[in-house]
Protein backbone atom coordinates (compact mmCIF):
# COMPACT_ATOMS: atom_id res chain seq x y z
CA UNK A 1 0.00 0.00 0.00
CA UNK A 2 1.04 3.56 -0.97
CA UNK A 3 1.76 5.88 2.01
CA UNK A 4 3.20 9.11 2.64
CA UNK A 5 4.75 10.53 5.72
CA UNK A 6 5.51 14.17 6.63
CA UNK A 7 8.18 14.19 9.50
CA UNK A 8 7.54 17.76 10.45
CA UNK A 9 4.24 19.01 11.88
CA UNK A 10 4.75 22.82 12.36
CA UNK A 11 8.05 24.46 11.27
CA UNK A 12 8.23 28.11 11.89
CA UNK A 13 10.71 30.37 10.00
CA UNK A 14 12.11 33.98 9.26
CA UNK A 15 10.90 35.85 6.36
CA UNK A 16 13.76 35.86 3.85
CA UNK A 17 14.83 32.49 5.58
CA UNK A 18 15.35 29.62 3.12
CA UNK A 19 12.90 26.27 3.88
CA UNK A 20 13.30 22.73 3.56
CA UNK A 21 9.39 20.79 4.01
CA UNK A 22 10.13 16.79 4.02
CA UNK A 23 8.57 14.41 2.58
CA UNK A 24 9.30 10.58 2.26
CA UNK A 25 6.58 7.90 0.62
CA UNK A 26 6.31 4.29 0.17
CA UNK A 27 5.37 3.07 -3.41
CA UNK A 28 5.82 0.17 -5.07
CA UNK A 29 6.60 0.77 -8.95
CA UNK A 30 7.45 4.72 -10.53
CA UNK A 31 5.58 7.05 -8.36
CA UNK A 32 3.80 10.76 -9.33
CA UNK A 33 4.56 12.71 -6.75
CA UNK A 34 2.89 16.14 -5.83
CA UNK A 35 3.43 19.27 -3.50
CA UNK A 36 0.13 21.14 -2.82
CA UNK A 37 -0.51 24.48 -0.53
CA UNK A 38 -3.36 25.13 1.37
CA UNK A 39 -4.16 28.52 3.18
CA UNK A 40 -6.73 28.12 6.27
CA UNK A 41 -10.08 27.98 5.12
CA UNK A 42 -9.59 27.21 1.49
CA UNK A 43 -9.52 24.45 -0.89
CA UNK A 44 -5.51 23.03 -1.86
CA UNK A 45 -3.87 24.78 -4.56
CA UNK A 46 -0.85 22.63 -6.69
CA UNK A 47 2.40 23.71 -6.24
CA UNK A 48 4.13 21.17 -8.39
CA UNK A 49 4.33 17.35 -9.76
CA UNK A 50 7.02 15.20 -10.55
CA UNK A 51 5.88 12.23 -13.14
CA UNK A 52 9.41 11.44 -14.93
CA UNK A 53 12.77 12.86 -15.77
CA UNK A 54 14.85 15.65 -14.07
CA UNK A 55 14.25 15.14 -11.14
CA UNK A 56 14.50 18.75 -9.77
CA UNK A 57 11.19 20.19 -10.96
CA UNK A 58 10.19 23.79 -10.45
CA UNK A 59 6.78 24.57 -8.98
CA UNK A 60 4.33 28.43 -9.06
CA UNK A 61 5.82 30.96 -6.25
CA UNK A 62 9.30 29.92 -6.49
CA UNK A 63 8.94 26.57 -4.59
CA UNK A 64 11.27 23.65 -5.90
CA UNK A 65 11.62 19.91 -4.60
CA UNK A 66 13.68 17.19 -5.97
CA UNK A 67 13.15 13.99 -6.17
CA UNK A 68 15.21 10.82 -5.01
CA UNK A 69 14.59 7.66 -5.69
CA UNK A 70 17.64 5.69 -3.42
CA UNK A 71 16.10 7.98 -0.16
CA UNK A 72 12.07 7.67 -1.42
CA UNK A 73 11.84 11.36 -1.01
CA UNK A 74 10.51 14.20 -2.40
CA UNK A 75 11.20 17.16 -0.55
CA UNK A 76 9.91 20.83 -1.03
CA UNK A 77 12.36 24.21 -0.77
CA UNK A 78 12.26 27.66 -1.47
CA UNK A 79 15.33 29.95 -1.47
CA UNK A 80 13.56 32.86 0.45
CA UNK A 81 10.26 32.57 2.41
CA UNK A 82 7.68 35.33 1.86
CA UNK A 83 5.21 36.21 5.18
CA UNK A 84 2.52 34.89 2.26
CA UNK A 85 3.94 31.65 2.28
CA UNK A 86 2.28 30.87 5.86
CA UNK A 87 0.02 28.02 4.87
CA UNK A 88 -0.52 24.12 5.41
CA UNK A 89 1.76 22.46 2.64
CA UNK A 90 0.66 18.44 1.64
CA UNK A 91 2.71 16.10 0.07
CA UNK A 92 0.88 13.15 -2.21
CA UNK A 93 1.69 9.89 -4.19
CA UNK A 94 -0.12 8.67 -6.63
CA UNK A 95 0.13 6.42 -10.34
CA UNK A 96 -2.15 3.36 -9.81
CA UNK A 97 -4.57 2.61 -12.24
CA UNK A 98 -6.93 3.58 -9.65
CA UNK A 99 -6.13 7.60 -10.19
CA UNK A 100 -6.07 7.51 -6.52
CA UNK A 101 -3.59 10.14 -4.56
CA UNK A 102 -2.60 9.39 -1.13
CA UNK A 103 -1.65 12.85 0.62
CA UNK A 104 0.64 13.32 4.18
CA UNK A 105 -0.86 14.85 7.14
CA UNK A 106 0.69 18.18 6.21
CA UNK A 107 3.33 20.71 7.73
CA UNK A 108 1.79 23.56 8.73
CA UNK A 109 4.36 26.74 7.84
CA UNK A 110 4.54 29.59 10.51
CA UNK A 111 7.03 33.08 9.05
CA UNK A 112 8.06 35.39 11.22
CA UNK A 113 8.80 38.92 10.37
CA UNK B 1 -10.47 26.93 -18.63
CA UNK B 2 -11.15 24.26 -16.19
CA UNK B 3 -13.19 25.30 -13.19
CA UNK B 4 -14.46 23.45 -10.15
CA UNK B 5 -17.49 25.03 -7.85
CA UNK B 6 -18.46 23.46 -4.69
CA UNK B 7 -21.70 24.80 -2.19
CA UNK B 8 -22.34 25.59 0.04
CA UNK B 9 -19.37 27.03 1.55
CA UNK B 10 -20.36 26.74 5.24
CA UNK B 11 -22.85 24.52 6.49
CA UNK B 12 -24.61 24.21 9.90
CA UNK B 13 -27.14 21.59 10.41
CA UNK B 14 -28.56 19.25 13.35
CA UNK B 15 -28.03 15.58 14.22
CA UNK B 16 -30.19 13.12 12.31
CA UNK B 17 -30.90 15.89 9.36
CA UNK B 18 -29.98 15.20 5.53
CA UNK B 19 -27.25 16.73 3.73
CA UNK B 20 -26.28 17.51 0.19
CA UNK B 21 -23.13 18.55 -1.01
CA UNK B 22 -22.99 19.58 -4.58
CA UNK B 23 -19.70 20.10 -7.11
CA UNK B 24 -19.45 20.62 -10.66
CA UNK B 25 -16.80 20.95 -13.02
CA UNK B 26 -16.82 23.33 -15.96
CA UNK B 27 -14.60 23.34 -18.64
CA UNK B 28 -13.58 19.33 -19.66
CA UNK B 29 -15.28 16.11 -20.28
CA UNK B 30 -15.55 12.78 -18.32
CA UNK B 31 -12.88 13.95 -15.56
CA UNK B 32 -12.56 11.54 -12.42
CA UNK B 33 -13.84 12.91 -9.35
CA UNK B 34 -13.22 12.78 -6.01
CA UNK B 35 -14.90 13.20 -2.63
CA UNK B 36 -12.34 14.19 0.81
CA UNK B 37 -13.31 14.83 4.33
CA UNK B 38 -10.25 16.93 5.93
CA UNK B 39 -9.91 16.82 9.74
CA UNK B 40 -7.36 19.00 11.65
CA UNK B 41 -4.32 17.15 11.49
CA UNK B 42 -5.13 14.43 10.11
CA UNK B 43 -4.75 14.88 6.54
CA UNK B 44 -7.33 14.09 3.76
CA UNK B 45 -9.44 10.97 4.08
CA UNK B 46 -10.67 10.16 0.59
CA UNK B 47 -14.30 9.28 1.05
CA UNK B 48 -15.45 8.87 -2.52
CA UNK B 49 -14.12 8.85 -6.47
CA UNK B 50 -15.92 8.49 -9.53
CA UNK B 51 -14.36 7.46 -13.18
CA UNK B 52 -17.85 7.50 -15.06
CA UNK B 53 -21.50 8.49 -14.69
CA UNK B 54 -23.15 6.50 -11.79
CA UNK B 55 -20.14 4.83 -11.36
CA UNK B 56 -18.82 5.67 -7.48
CA UNK B 57 -16.19 3.45 -5.41
CA UNK B 58 -16.27 4.28 -1.90
CA UNK B 59 -13.08 4.03 0.27
CA UNK B 60 -14.44 3.91 3.62
CA UNK B 61 -17.65 2.87 5.40
CA UNK B 62 -19.45 5.62 6.39
CA UNK B 63 -22.28 6.96 6.82
CA UNK B 64 -22.18 9.32 3.60
CA UNK B 65 -23.51 8.66 -0.21
CA UNK B 66 -22.19 9.62 -3.17
CA UNK B 67 -23.69 10.54 -6.73
CA UNK B 68 -22.46 11.20 -10.28
CA UNK B 69 -25.87 12.17 -11.77
CA UNK B 70 -24.34 13.94 -15.02
CA UNK B 71 -20.78 13.79 -16.28
CA UNK B 72 -19.24 16.85 -14.53
CA UNK B 73 -21.90 17.04 -11.00
CA UNK B 74 -21.11 14.88 -7.92
CA UNK B 75 -23.09 14.83 -5.24
CA UNK B 76 -22.26 13.98 -1.33
CA UNK B 77 -25.41 13.00 0.95
CA UNK B 78 -26.34 11.38 4.04
CA UNK B 79 -29.93 10.41 4.91
CA UNK B 80 -28.98 11.35 8.77
CA UNK B 81 -25.80 13.34 10.07
CA UNK B 82 -23.80 12.49 12.94
CA UNK B 83 -22.10 14.39 15.05
CA UNK B 84 -18.51 12.51 13.86
CA UNK B 85 -19.62 13.59 10.15
CA UNK B 86 -18.33 17.36 11.05
CA UNK B 87 -15.33 18.69 9.13
CA UNK B 88 -14.06 20.15 5.65
CA UNK B 89 -15.06 18.50 2.63
CA UNK B 90 -13.32 18.56 -0.53
CA UNK B 91 -14.16 17.96 -3.82
CA UNK B 92 -11.60 17.22 -6.50
CA UNK B 93 -11.64 16.51 -10.32
CA UNK B 94 -8.74 15.34 -12.43
CA UNK B 95 -8.25 14.44 -16.20
CA UNK B 96 -10.17 10.89 -17.67
CA UNK B 97 -8.37 8.31 -16.84
CA UNK B 98 -4.47 10.01 -15.91
CA UNK B 99 -2.54 10.31 -13.00
CA UNK B 100 -2.75 14.13 -13.57
CA UNK B 101 -2.93 16.50 -10.61
CA UNK B 102 -6.38 16.54 -8.60
CA UNK B 103 -7.34 20.18 -8.66
CA UNK B 104 -9.58 21.45 -5.75
CA UNK B 105 -12.72 23.14 -4.93
CA UNK B 106 -12.65 25.70 -2.22
CA UNK B 107 -14.32 22.88 0.29
CA UNK B 108 -17.86 23.33 2.27
CA UNK B 109 -17.50 23.76 5.85
CA UNK B 110 -19.95 21.35 7.61
CA UNK B 111 -20.35 21.42 11.25
CA UNK B 112 -23.21 19.08 13.25
CA UNK B 113 -24.90 20.66 16.27
Known amino acids: AQSVTQPDIHITVSEGASLELRC ?3 YGATPY ?7 PGQGLQLLLKYFSGDTLVQGIKGFEAEFKRSQSSFNLRKPSVHWSDAAEYFCAVGGGSNYKLTFGKGTLLTVNP | SQTIHQWP ?46 QISSEVPQNLSASRPQDRQFILSSKKLLLSDSGFYLCAWSEVNSNQPQHFGDGTRLSIL
Open chain 1, 24 to 26: NYS
Open chain 1, 33 to 39: LFWYVQS
Open chain 2, 9 to 54: ATLVQPVGSPLSLECTVEGTSNPNLYWYRQAAGRGLQLLFYSVGIG
